[in-house]
């Protein structure tokens, strides 16, 4: 991704999955529910640091072509490690997202966090935006998935993926007025659209489209 | 192309997160299946009273609507089965004993619409499953067919399952029952509607038959209801109204024919509609009743008929 | 045997993947800059998931399963779809260097398509046989070639359109994709 060189990593201006398109696919999959976004969120922020320590010592014993290959088949592990703990330990949230779980091996902000596109860059340097990126990733998908959930169920409702206990829970908009369409893909993608507009109206941000 | 040492890298980076994978896995699974077993432990154990060691199994199915198989210690087989219902997905458990009978349903997850797709969940539903056998033919509800076509898929997914397992042959010759009679439902009433009020001729009432017995006269009306106001049908429906001339009351109403659309204007026919009109006064100008909520045009043409009787009656 | 023509027609437009199941949305909002790489991109991605669909299968179905590590699935199938893609790159390194030059960033990326592990993870979990799967390899490619000449095409026309500052970009392309899907669910319930 020849943008992702040049640009910095931030929270409202280049937010990676609202500015930058990176870990889409997962952030309209698992938004539908406060619980499944912040379960997840937290989930792939730990597997992002996890990422940017192994790709760091990857980027110290491998060449330069062999960088990305293998950061590939680093996240693939990660992801399935993931995938085992929390089937093992929050085994609601595996069967709330489904097949979205083992996705997260193709996350492209787990990849990013690996350093395999800054060749160039120290560990600490990558380190530092792999934790901004998981960050402001999930903030992401806290936001979209409140508005989403609120919208579409007519309340919020966050469990404890670990334990199912009910964290907090409030309703706000009476049943009559809320649409399905929010939990729905569709609305996924309108609610993020929004939230993105919305992040770079206030984050001034000026993203060309066409891949530079 | 990539050099020796990149190759090498990718191999070693390969089989090292293979062979921890391995190791994470052995470790895991167990819990892992502890884990999905216990989502289901509740709900297994309502199947099987007694059993609380049920051990999931692997299975092939390819219907794609079992979603888990258990065995309940030595009591028999219990199936997770999932499919699409109206609005949401229908979860329900199903528990077989070893003899081939069916002996719980439960449902996990109904999202279906009250009054009608919500019935899966009721006992009267779950009375026409749990006694029956695994080669008796399961009969969908009339007025919530997706929904209760649902379960009955994923009843047969399960019995074609248990039949296989258990080597019963189902030579599908069993008929299923008639269809279950969706529960009485309470009526919910909406709007009022005056009696006497202005009604065009095409929705006035028409007497065909009057009977004097004393004081009291029952009139038999025809009325276009909604079917025949909108052009559906040419059937009216028909209703006989007893009055009482001496303290002008509305004695009885009976709905003999209702010929509007089923399940929400054949609604008149419920006896709490009528009840209503029972010793109602019809010298009282303001005199009013209650509308079926969702059947506004059909209880409209009640009234349009008790009207014309009691003109026909001055 | 179910009829394997709606399998084909339900994968290519009614279940296209990425249209309806939202998969790969970041890699069809940015690659390519224009038409032909559009179309490059999306017929590598295409070959790439057709072929590493069934190897994948093959690898479960043969392997993976019989001897009980399922647990290295995930692993198998991207080193599957790295080595297929990393031999479509260097096809189209060898065969058309120009193109090459101005896609060769982008292609390695294909390996990490959520479309493409989608779709090998959908169909082991469905359990399918070996012919619809092949058939599923055909269609589910088609489709999503389709979205990506389909969002190259509104890409471009959004290049030029007039859009609000802060919908420049991924918010007015996704706004488009809610729509498309809106518009396909119609469909549903067709075959």
């Known amino acids: 991704m020849n943008r992702l060189e040049n640009t910095k990593i931030g929270f409202l201006r280049n937010n990676p999955v ?32 996890a990422a940017a320590l192994l790709g760091g010592l990857v980027k110290m014993v491998a060449p330069k072509e062999a960088l ?122 309108l609610v993020l659209a929004l939230v993105a507009a919305l992040f770079a109206a206030f984050g001034k941000q000026d993203v060309e489209m066409g891949g530079k | 192309m990539k050099n020796t040492k990149s190759l090498l890298v990718l191999l070693i980076t390969v089989l090292l997160t293979g062979g921890i994978l391995l190791f994470a896995d052995s470790q895991l699974r167990p819990i892992i299946d502890a884990a999905g077993s216990s989502e289901d432990q509740a709900v297994l154990e309502t199947l099987f009273a007694g059993e609380t060691a049920f051990t999931p199994v692997e299975f092939t199915d390819e219907t794609g609507l079992i979603k888990k198989v258990y065995e309940a210690g030595e009591s028999g087989y219990a199936y997770i089965i999932e499919n699409q219902g109206f609005s949401d997905v229908i979860t329900f458990a199903l528990g ?20 009608y797709g919500s019935q899966v969940g009721e006992d009267a539903f779950k009375e026409t499953i749990v006694g029956k056998t695994s080669t008796d033919a399961f009969a969908t509800i009339s007025g919530s067919t997706v929904s209760s076509g649902a379960v009955v898929e994923g009843l047969n997914a399960a019995k074609a399952h248990y039949n296989e397992t258990m080597g019963i042959v189902d030579d599908g010759t069993s008929v299923p029952e008639t269809p279950a009679e969706p529960v009485e439902q309470p009526l919910t009433f909406g709007s009022k509607i005056t009696l006497y009020r202005e009604v065009s001729e095409s929705k006035a009432g028409v007497i065909t038959d009057t009977v004097e017995e004393g004081d009291l006269v029952t009139y038999t009306v025809e009325v276009a209801g909604y079917a025949k106001q909108e052009g559906y049908g040419d059937t009216p429906n028909v209703i006989s109204i007893t009055l009482n001339k001496a303290t002008e009351t509305i004695e009885k109403v009976e709905v003999l024919e209702a010929n509007d659309t089923p399940n929400l204007g054949t609604k008149i026919e419920h006896p709490d509609f009528a009840a209503q009109f029972e010793g109602m006064s019809y010298a009282d100008q303001a005199a009013e009743a209650d509308a079926i909520s969702a059947a506004t045009v059909s209880s409209e043409s009640v009234v349009n008929a008790i009207l014309a009787a009691i003109e026909e009656s001055k | 045997m179910e009829n394997l023509f709606p399998i084909l027609l339900g994968t290519i437009i009614i279940n296209n993947l990425a249209l309806t199941k939202l998969v790969s949305i970041g890699q069809l909002a940015n690659f390519g800059d224009n038409e032909d790489q559009t179309l490059c991109i999306g017929l590598s991605a295409a070959v790439i998931m057709a072929i590493s669909n069934i190897l994948s299968y093959v690898a479960f179905t043969f392997v993976l399963e019989p001897l009980n590590v399922t647990v290295l699935n995930l692993l198998v199938y991207i080193l599957i779809v790295l080595l297929t893609t990393m031999a479509v790159t260097g096809y189209i390194r060898s065969k058309k260097p120009e193109m090459y030059g101005a896609v060769g960033k982008v292609l ?59 919908f420049r970009g991924l918010p007015i392309l996704l706004i488009y994709a809610a729509l498309a899907l809106m518009a396909l669910s119609g469909l549903n319930g067709i075959i």
């Open chain 1, 18 to 49: 609202l500015g930058l398109s990176l870990g889409l696919t997962t952030a309209l999959a698992v938004t539908f529910s406060m619980t499944s976004a912040v379960g997840i969120g937290v989930l792939t922020f730990v597997l992002i640091l």
């Open chain 1, 68 to 189: 990305l290959p293998v950061n590939i088949i680093l996240v693939a592990f990660l992801a399935k490690i993931g995938e085992l703990l929390v089937l093992a330990y929050a085994p609601g949230l595996a069967t709330s997202v489904g097949i979205f779980l083992p996705l997260l091996a193709v996350n492209s902000i787990i990849l990013y966090a690996t350093g395999a596109f800054h060749a160039e860059e120290s560990m600490g340097q990558i380190f530092a935006d792999a934790v901004k990126a998981g960050a402001a990733y999930l903030a992401a998908l806290i936001c979209v998935s409140f508005i989403r959930e609120l919208l579409g169920t007519g309340g919020i409702s966050l469990q404890n993926p670990l334990s199912g206990n009910e964290i907090f829970s409030f309703s706000l908009i009476p049943s009559e007025f809320t649409l399905s369409l929010f939990t729905q893909p569709a609305g996924a993608l």
């Open chain 2, 96 to 115: 077989l004993d070893n003899e081939g009978n069916i002996t719980g349903y439960e449902i996990i997850n109904l999202n279906d619409t009250p009054g």
């Open chain 3, 108 to 166: 390695p990326l294909l390996a990490v398509n959520s479309a493409i592990l989608y779709l090998i993870l959908d169909v082991i979990n469905q359990g399918m046989d070996f012919l619809p799967m092949l058939i599923t390899s055909i269609g589910a490619p088609i489709g999503l070639l389709l979205a990506f000449i389909l969002y190259g095409a509104v890409r471009e026309r959004l290049a030029i359109a007039d859009t609000p500052k802060p």
